[in-house]
């Protein structure tokens, strides 16, 4: 499969764009993330994966290949205390 070359608004939009290659995700394993918030709130979270993109000629400083993330995410709140909850809809049940 030929490469698709694709430009990057990266990393200012004052700068001109970067050039890539899109990189299918062939395998992911999305694991969920759980936070508990200072205000008492638990919340889980999982990122979904779509591509990455593979910067031309962009290195870290260990010689890695440096990519951008096409990804969305999954958000849920398990808890949350009372006082933050709308109280027009009442009392609800975690």
Do not use: C, H
Request: no cysteine.
């Amino acid at each position: 499969m030929p490469e698709r070359r694709i430009k990057i608004p990266f990393p200012t939009p004052q700068s001109p764009p970067m050039e890539g290659v899109e990189v299918s995700v062939k395998e992911s394993t999305e694991r969920w993330t759980d936070v508990l918030l200072e205000d008492g709130t638990s919340i889980r979270l999982k990122p979904s994966v779509i591509s990455a993109i593979r910067m031309i000629g962009q290195f870290d400083p260990e010689g890695n290949p440096m990519y951008a993330l096409k990804a969305g995410q999954i958000l849920t709140i398990v808890s949350a205390p009372e006082e933050l909850r709308n109280p027009q809809l009442g009392k609800q049940v975690n």
